[in-house]
């Protein structure tokens, strides 16, 4: 080979060049279609940004470093009403905030304000929360946090709704929803927020009770009693003065905080015009009701070294106080309006104690059933025994029936000892004579529905346990309460004639409702009240008695006297027709035992 010639390589073929050309070609196209992938895949995610971003429920803005907009949300433009053309990437704060100045958003600042302001806020450099409030009443939740390298994500939330909610559920805590007053916890409070403001002076308590809230409750259904419950408390608060505070506690309970020097006067002044008041006639859901109300007042000095940390337990105290004083004109009947007095708390606590006793007393076997005499005018003989409950208290002694059992029906206690008592009465009547009946007395609160068997399955099963032929027991209601407006208790009643048991109306005449009450129910025999009874041979009490045993005649009806002590009393009686009498004259309530003597000693003293 000559020296001037430079060895090369072969050439390629012309099939290589071409392979290795289209496997440049073949790995560019594959890095075309990445890179057309990866951007398919940016554009979605940020499709998918965008879409959160402007649905998400909070308003969001960022601003750069510059105080330009980087994005801004439709949520943002919607709660403050913005342009979207004005309010978009690029424009300044100084143009989005005079937007919303002219708007109207900023009603108390001029554009150079409340940029001025803003940029107050963003000095700090720090991330804040405040809340702002909009023209139209909606509130708004503010959070601005700083970002790295300058600028600013602020988000907006609408609160209004949930501080509604918020406030609505605090009202609620704090006030009846029936009436719409202050409950017992805001009255409280009330007391404990003015005590530092009464220092030297003080404010008094005024608590009302409606009598026999529960048994209209009962008997005439809730809507009856709600609307009497809102129109008392309409008649309460258009008494008090404006700085006064009518708080509704319990049931028919109220209470009102009079915001004047602790005086008894005033509070008596204020606590007649109350009661005038509330016990005016009312047209409720088509009723006429007579409302019947008592009131207890409790007044407190708060002296200028009072110390404030003790408003809350004397506050307390004091709402107790006002609740023992009308407690005891409750209890006492006498008068409506009652100033508590420290004996009152002594008497609480005697209450209490005997409360816990008698819930005892059936279990350790304390109960007893005594019976009193029934002799017919007739057969001049007993035909009967009235079963009635005693309590023998082992350090007590003989508790009053007048003090147990009002406490026993208020504690819901009556409902078992009145099925004992009935299956006691039913079991030692069973030993009796065929023709001697025993009669027993039934509580109103018995008549009421309970998680228990009704009334008439537990008189049914007191007869099956015992034998005792239904025909040979009496069971009496009491005519003071308007039970027979009940249908659920006529019901009962009818239940119980179906079952053979004889049915009488104990203490006629001491009510409203007397002659009504014959007409709703065929009884048996009518009870004329012992208040009758005591004045006699007097000549208005002659007259009554004369009037209801010709009533009871007339419709077929035994009539029965009770609580006769002397022989004149006696003789008035049978000279009116009375058919059954009842009393001390005739032997005192025994025990069982003392019954077959009872039955041969106790006769109707009188010839012929």
Request: proline share 5%; hydrophobic share 45%; aromatic share 4%.
């Amino acid at each position: 080979m000559a020296w001037w010639r430079v060895p090369t390589s072969p050439p390629l073929p012309n099939h290589a060049l071409l392979e290795a050309e289209l496997q440049a070609l073949e790995g560019f196209r594959a890095d075309m279609a990445e890179i057309e992938m990866r951007g398919q895949e940016l554009e979605e995610t940020h499709a998918r940004l965008a879409a959160a971003l402007h649905t998400m429920p909070h308003g969001l803005i960022m601003l750069d470093a510059d105080e330009r907009v980087v994005l801004c949300n439709n949520r943002l433009r919607a709660l403050f009403g913005v342009d979207p053309d004005i309010v978009r990437s690029g424009a300044t704060l100084a143009q989005v905030v005079d937007h919303s100045v002219a708007l109207g958003n900023h009603p108390s600042a001029s554009t150079m304000q409340a940029l001025t302001a803003m940029r107050g806020r963003m000095a700090h450099g720090v991330a804040c929360a405040f809340e702002q409030s909009l023209p139209d009443g909606r509130l708004l939740a503010v959070h601005w946090e700083p970002m790295q390298g300058g600028g600013w994500v602020c988000t907006y939330e609408d609160i209004t709704a949930r501080v509604a909610a918020t406030e609505r559920a605090a009202h609620l805590a704090r006030h009846d929803s029936t009436t719409g007053l202050p409950n017992r916890m805001a009255l409280i409070e009330a007391m404990q927020v003015a005590w530092p403001s009464r220092r030297g002076s003080g404010f008094n308590l005024l608590c009302l009770e409606i009598e026999r809230f529960q048994e209209l409750s009962d008997t005439c259904g809730l809507p009856v009693a709600d609307e009497l419950l809102r129109l008392t408390a309409e008649r309460l608060t258009a008494c008090v003065r404006g700085g006064d505070l009518v708080a509704h506690l319990r049931g028919g309970g109220f209470a009102v905080l009079q915001l004047a020097s602790a005086n008894p006067d005033l509070a008596r002044h204020l606590a007649r015009r109350l009661l005038d008041a509330v016990q005016a006639p009312l047209l409720v859901r088509g009723r006429m009701v007579l409302p019947s109300a008592r009131l207890g007042i409790a007044t407190r000095d708060i002296d200028l070294l009072d110390p404030c940390g003790d408003a809350l337990e004397s506050a307390q105290e004091l709402l107790r106080n006002a609740s023992l004083a009308v407690t005891r004109a409750v209890e006492d009947g006498g008068e409506r309006i009652t100033l508590y007095a420290p004996d009152m708390d002594r008497r609480a606590q005697a209450r209490h104690l005997l409360e816990m006793d008698l819930r005892a007393a059936l279990s350790a076997g304390q109960l007893r059933v005594y019976y009193q005499p029934l002799v017919s005018v007739a057969r001049r003989s007993v035909v009967g025994f009235e079963a009635l409950l005693r309590w023998e208290h082992p350090e007590r002694g003989f508790v009053s029936p007048g003090v147990f059992i009002p406490l026993a029906e208020e504690l819901g206690l009556i409902t078992d000892i009145g099925a004992w008592a009935l299956r006691t009465a039913c079991a030692e009547a069973a030993r009796w004579p065929d023709s001697v009946k025993v009669a027993v007395n039934l509580s109103p609160v018995q008549f009421k529905r309970g998680p228990g068997p009704e009334l008439q399955h537990i008189v049914a099963d007191a007869l099956g346990r015992s034998g005792l032929p239904a025909a040979r027991l009496e069971l009496e209601i009491t005519e003071s309460l308007r039970l027979m407006e009940d249908a659920h208790t006529l019901d009962i009643l009818h239940a119980l004639r179906a079952l053979g048991a004889g049915i009488a109306l104990d203490d006629f005449g001491t009510g409203y409702s007397s002659l009504s009450y014959l007409r709703s129910f065929p009884f048996d025999k009518l009870k004329i009240d012992q208040s009758f009874v005591r004045s006699l041979p007097e000549a208005e009490s002659t007259a009554i008695v004369r009037a209801i045993s010709a009533l009871g005649a007339s419709l077929g009806i035994a009539t029965v006297a009770e609580g006769i002590e002397t022989p004149a009393q006696l003789a008035a009686l049978v000279a009116e027709g009375c058919d059954i009498m009842q009393g001390y004259l005739f032997g005192k309530p025994s025990p069982a035992c003392d019954i077959p003597a009872v039955l041969v000693s106790a006769k109707l003293p009188l010839s012929g």
